[in-house]
């Protein structure tokens, strides 16, 4: 289990390393490298499935407060200005809700279901420069 993590968070820094290179600023179609940027993410990594990594978990819990996402969203407490997150894993594909993690405002642009969202919500969720790495620790977190 450990050692699985190991080699998955080796490849997203991989992965963040070349993303965040001298290629990213370079683009100029913004809408087309974000839709691409979220294709990649959903491929690169596995979906974590079994018992959930607790200190992985405990970090996604940490970084749910520091990087904001408490402001807008609760997990079990109800609606805010944001969705509940309580289920979101069985609700939808965790490549998606990475994306949306790491990249709401070009998914708020691209993706059916997060325009449906907006629609309904009526506030566009904020990109809080989140990494790969931070995200899958949320999403550990609200996967538990
Ligand atoms: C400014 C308020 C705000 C902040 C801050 C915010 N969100 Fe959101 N989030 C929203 C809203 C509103 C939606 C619904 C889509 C929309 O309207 O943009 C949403 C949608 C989502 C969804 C999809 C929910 C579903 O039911 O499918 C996830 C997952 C999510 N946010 C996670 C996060 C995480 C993790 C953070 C912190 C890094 C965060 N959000 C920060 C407002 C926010």
């Known amino acids: 289990m450990k050692a699985k993590h190991g080699a998955v968070l080796l490849l997203l820094a991989m992965a ?4 965040g290179g001298e290629g990213a600023p370079a683009q100029t179609g913004g809408e087309e490298a974000g839709e691409a940027a979220t294709a990649e993410m959903a491929m690169l990594i596995e979906a974590p499935t079994g018992a959930v990594n607790a200190e992985l978990a405990g970090q996604g819990e940490s ?9 807008c969203h609760t997990v079990g407490g109800g609606r805010l200005t944001g969705p509940d997150l309580d ?14 993690v790491q990249r709401p405002d070009s998914m708020l642009q691209n993706d ?6 907006l629609a309904e919500y009526m ?8 990494t790969q790495e931070e995200a899958l620790a949320i999403y550990e977190y609200l996967r538990q």
Not at 16 to 19: P, T, V
Not at 94 to 99: D, E, K
Not at 112 to 117: P, R, S
């Open 87 to 100: 289920g979101i894993a069985e609700r939808r594909e965790f490549g998606w809700v990475m994306a949306m």
């Open 63 to 71: 970084l749910f407060q520091a990087k904001g996402c408490v402001g």
């Open 123 to 130: 506030t566009p969720m904020v990109n809080m420069g989140v």
């Open 16 to 19: 963040a390393g070349c993303g």
């Open 112 to 117: 059916e279901v997060a325009k449906e969202l």
